[in-house]
């Protein structure tokens, strides 16, 4: 018996290595270029502050006669999935066209500037672009290297909890250097120090684990079926078996010390999924990703879409906002060959024999796609699911230095106002849609200041109830009503009175406050019930099936998935969504590719 496994383990595993090597020998009749064949950095050119020649990039609104030619391939939604793919391609030669509802590119990378401020959506920080790591290469290699990095500070999260018996608001800092926030927090925790060896050492773990799990994104969904059925998942990746535990239940596990465990859990709103839902290594992935500290773009985040767009333009290409898809178009035998673009009043075809949705799971099954064929797709299971967590973003304009404000700029504030972090956040989605007035201080928000010119802006985000906003889902943007506005003030004023109670001089600066509800998500970011990262990140979507079906090639013809929901969210997670799309769709190993360049520009920066 013992040697009939081993054979089909050998067996299946030389079949799998051929179809990983040569797979662009079985998947595509031509030769593929190299996306990454070499280092196409710039020189960085001045940054363009002008706002009208930055609006002609990022603001090009959609015209029949501006549509190329002989289009190669549509991209839906203009946010890092779309712009890196769409990129990628046109680094290959592809004429790509990517078509935005918004009015201007960049999805949850875009800015709106409003009474002299700017503030960025839904970018406050992100891991691993200080060093030239391989998400850095990435970047570097669709945007012309064109986007400069400012480093947060060495404290790039600070977690408050509040402690009720002291009336106090006990501080947790968070270290850019993991060696440095193990030996802080042996300090704070003297008894815990097993624990807090343990908790890093499963982070790293899982982590690599992680990336051994990228190749059940790849290979046949029938061979994923014997693989499983044999029982050798284990001998590929233990992801999938560290994954049956949540979040809650490895620290629960490894502490008694309710404080720790939530300062092991607390950036669970990184991807909105309470502790007690999301599987271990998900917390694992954004430790990691922060585990060297965090970086903002230089300029603000509307940048990187500036940046990528030339590129994709140079190859042919265009970027195309007020471009709303309503409509994935099929032919008679259901391959996807073109969308149906609303722009104003009017409504245009445009057709190109590969389509790809950076729109997320939920539109483009249920409102893009014929009903007759999404009904029959693999992904009903993923569509038909519950909705994520929704946030409340509020915007806040300051008149006065970040150093005048006495308020730390340049890191995240998490802040809790009690213990037992996955509770509180249970209770208010529980509340339904009673509105009392301690719900919205259940929730975790953090805060983010940037200085800019002598004022500050912070973006203060928590989690809210879609519930509550739904009666006015149907109504036109900025007309609402009195009662909206209303609910928005009280709910933001709440926000703002907590942060004042932790920063009084703030209190005398406030010029100007904007508050984005779940009905704004829906708006601006095209989700569906205000949902901010696409599909839930609970533990069921990584369970082996459920993480490999939820790759870029669908089982539409002509159909591909791009951005957060194929692999994770978060910038570099929709990022990497897009490489992992454009190598499914190119049948070349362009991540290898990727691997290689990235080497070789780390050696010769070394020598240098
Ligand atoms: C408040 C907030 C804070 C965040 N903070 C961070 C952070 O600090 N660090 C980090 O790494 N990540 C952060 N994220 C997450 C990160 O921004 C996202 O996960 C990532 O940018 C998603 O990229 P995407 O391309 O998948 O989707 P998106 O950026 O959402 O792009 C999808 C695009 O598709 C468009 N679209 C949808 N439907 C249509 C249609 N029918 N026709 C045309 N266009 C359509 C949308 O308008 C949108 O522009 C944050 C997100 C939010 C909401
Ligand atoms: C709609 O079509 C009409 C007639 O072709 C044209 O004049 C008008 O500019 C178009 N509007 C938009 C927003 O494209
Ligand atoms: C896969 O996802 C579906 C839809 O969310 C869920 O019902 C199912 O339980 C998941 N499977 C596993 C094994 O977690």
Known sequence: MFQMGLFLYIVAFVLLYILWQFKSLFFSSVRVLNPFHEDSRKTIREQVTDQKKRDEVLKNGFKPEKVPKDLDAIVIGSGIGGLSVAAILSKVGKKVLVLEQHDQAGGCCHTFIDKGYEFDVGIHYIG??????????????????????????????????????????????????????KSHLKKLFPDEEAAIDKFYEKVVESSLAYQSAMMFKFLPLWLINIIDKLGFVSYFTN????????????????????ELRDVFSYCFGDYGTIPSKVGFPLQALLFHHFSEGASYPVGGASEIAHSIIPVIERGGGKVLVRAEVIKILADSNNVVNGVTVRHGKNETDVLAPLIISDAGVFNTFLKLLPPSISSQSRFK??????????????????????????????????????????????????????????????????????????K?????????????????????????????????????????????????????????????????????????????????????????????????????????????????????????????????????????????????????????
């Open 128 to 181: 691993d672009m200080h060093t030239q790591s391989l998400s850095k290469t990435l970047l570097d290699q669709i945007s012309d290297g064109q986007i400069e990095w400012e480093y947060l500070s060495e404290e790039f999260d600070t977690v408050l909890i509040k402690d009720k018996n002291k009336n106090e608001m006990k501080r947790f800092p968070i270290y850019a250097n993991a060696e440095r926030q």
């Open 239 to 258: 992801f999938f078996k560290l994954n049956e535990q949540t979040l809650k239940d490895v620290v629960d596990e490894l502490t008694e010390n309710q």
């Open 381 to 454: 299971k993923f569509y038909q699911k519950e909705r994520a967590l929704t946030c409340l973003s509020l915007f806040v304009g300051l008149d006065a230095s970040a150093e005048e404000l006495e308020i730390p700029a340049k890191r995240n504030l998490w802040i809790f106002p009690k213990k037992d972090i996955d509770k509180p956040a249970l209770l208010r989605i529980s509340l339904g849609s009673s509105l009392s007035a301690s719900a919205i201080l259940l929730g975790a928000f953090s805060v983010l200041a940037r200085i800019a010119r002598g």
């Open 456 to 608: 500050t802006t912070m973006a203060i985000v928590t989690f809210t109830n879609y519930d509550w906003f739904e009666k006015w889902e149907n109504k036109p943007c900025q007309r609402r009503g009195d009662d909206y506005e209303a609910l928005k003030k009280t709910l933001g004023w709440k926000l703002i009175d907590q942060v004042i109670e932790l920063y009084p001089k703030v209190k005398d600066h406030i010029d100007y406050v904007n508050v984005g509800s779940p009905l704004s998500n829906n708006f601006y970011i095209g989700s569906n019930r205000g949902e901010i990262y696409g599909l839930d990140h609970d533990k069921d979507r990584f369970s082996l099936h459920n993480f490999s079906e939820l790759r870029p090639k669908t089982d539409v013809p002509g159909l591909f998935l791009t951005g957060q929901d194929v692999c994770s969210c978060g910038f570099v997670g929709a990022l990497y969504g897009g490489l992992i799309c454009a190598q499914q769709i190119l049948g070349r190993n362009v991540m290898n590719d990727l691997i290689k360049l990235n080497k070789n520009i780390v050696i010769k920066e070394k020598k240098q």
